[in-house]
């Protein structure tokens, strides 16, 4: 499949401030590539350099194959972008917003009304044409942004943190809409979130600190990296139970959950770290009533990558 | 034990709409209890009942061993709410919104404010205008305002929105902090992920609360079901294939994968036989953990 977005090298300072550092990526047709990582590690920058929003200081952005240094009106034909803080016009209906955004991406008068109507069936607004955006609520809202973003046909979508603030049931409409276009039009997706739930779902995660992609890979083949070494316990009180488990030395990060405690332990040392925490635990007051490898999630590869970089 | 939250039916209605349908519960002394559901499930009116800030249409509710309706004052005096719109003075500074909201509730000793900062692990950034804070430490200085007073219950509605899981963890290490010392939490979130912090989780949608348990608990017993990663190509016509099966409750697009919750009867092989005519590619198929969101979404299509 062809590379339709290709950042190579990719730097960008704010005064003295390096935003993002020598950073390529590639997303293939057919791709949602997620950008993950802590605030303030450049996600945002490096969003609004792929769009061209902001220039580069060195590096090269290519969409669809065209330059955005050297085409920027044909690159940005290509592109969608739907920003954190996306603006609808909140009196005008969702049919007056569509027309708007067609007419600024310069859809015809003759055509923009059936690809406004196929787009709202598709995002699932087409029963609420003559509604006032602003009467919209917080998921419907981030369709329409996501429909605005899609009214020229773009083979890319960029989409910075498009689920904030939303609840469970839209962000699960949103991401079978996000995958559904991936699926049928073979566009590609870079989508920057906060939540490791949602990387999951990505053809591929890159991870940034400091503005620069510390790893990438596929979701499953990250979570490989730690395979093994992810220990859960359940048991009681849990508060001794962190104190116990974060005294050994080959234990090297305790999260506590509600009802359980993750583990992170040194490579190939699991099995000893779980006979020892046993022995420990017995005389303290305190009783492990399960203790067992677990399958790493993401996020437990997301703090393993920033504590040890 | 005396509970430190204990309601009967409580609802709540506004005109011919109703945000709380007979909600019964109880939050034990220590607990991390969490409320999980959608924007408008009736989260925050709840939460706005048992504060005494408005009147239940029905249902009775305790807090603290006050009756909310007779005895809000009292409550308040003893409760911190740390609001997702927390409502900090961007143009003061930490240390003067803390001393501000200290002295609503009479709290003056210069010790116990330095003490609330440190807890919360802003020192230094006292003299900092609000304006000029990171997000994850806006939440903590909001956090440090609702516990300044010493209160014995803690509402704290979406504390974490909006970070990314390192800010995350630490601010659940405060919580945890703060709880350790005999403290009760009730948090509100539409997150799953930190739902999984809470020690039970009671699942909320339209005003109803549909299941109260551990979080482990809730995967095991509230998902009428078994949850499978289907890995078949191509993506939709194989999600339409598994739509058919007569056993199936729900599928969805999982990235590069499809997410499926069918009856117990369900054998991997029946999976597989469904997606024997669409799939060009070989087929897998595994058994997984349910997660938070199977059950909540089980739970909310189900009624």
Known sequence: MENLIQAKNLTKTFGDTLAVKDLSLQVRAGEIYGLVGPDGAGKTTTMRLLCGALRLDSGEVQVGGCSMRENPDQAREQLGYLSQQFSLYEELTILENLRFFAEVRGISRERWYDRALEILRFVGLDEFLHRRAGHLSGGMKQKLGLATALVHRPRVLLLDEPTGGVDPITRQDFWQLLIQLVSEEAISVLVSTPYMDEAVRCTYVGFMKDGQLIAEDHPQALRQKLEGRIIEIRGKPLRSLRVIAAANERVQSVQAFGDRLHLRIQAGKSRPVIRELKKAVRGQGAEITSIEIVRPNLEDVFIALLEST | ?303
């Open chain 2, 1 to 303: 034990m005396q509970p430190v939250i204990e309601t009967h039916n409580l609802t709540k209605r506004f005109g011919t709409f109703t945000a709380v349908d007979k909600v019964s519960f109880r939050a034990n002394p220590g607990e991390v209890l969490g409320y999980l559901g959608p924007n408008g499930a009736g989260k925050t009116t709840t939460i706005h009942m048992l504060l005494g800030m408005i009147l239940p249409s029905a249902g009775e509710a305790q807090v603290l061993g006050y009756d909310i309706v007779k005895e809000p004052e009292a409550i308040r005096e003893r409760v911190g709410y740390m609001s997702q719109k927390f409502a900090l003075y961007e143009e003061l500074t930490a240390w003067e919104n803390l001393r501000f909201y200290a002295g609503v509730y009479g709290v003056r000793e210069h010790a116990h404010l330095q003490n609330t900062i440190s807890r919360v692990g802003l020192t230094g950034l006292e003299k900092t205008p609000v304006a000029d804070l990171p997000l994850g430490w806006k939440q903590r200085l909001a956090l440090a305002i609702a516990i300044v007073h010493r209160p014995q219950l803690l509402f704290l509605d979406e504390p974490t929105s909006g970070v990314d899981p390192t800010a995350r963890r630490d601010f659940w290490d405060l919580i945890y902090e703060i709880v350790a010392d005999g403290v009760t939490a009730l948090v509100t979130t539409h997150y799953m992920d930190e739902a999984e912090y809470c020690g039970r989780v009671g699942i909320m949608s339209r005003g109803r609360l549909l299941a109260l348990d551990a979080p482990s608990a809730l995967k095991r017993e509230a998902l009428p079901g078994l949850a499978w990663d289907v890995f078949a190509e191509p993506l939709l016509p194989s999600l339409n294939a598994l739509e058919g099966l007569p056993d199936m409750q729900r599928v969805g697009l999982a990235g590069d994968h499809l997410r499926a919750i069918t009856g117990r009867e369900t054998r991997k092989a029946d999976l597989k036989r469904a997606l024997k005519d669409v799939a060009t590619k070989s087929v897998r198929v595994n058994r997984v953990e349910p997660t938070l969101e199977d059950v909540f979404l089980a739970l909310a299509d189900a009624r």
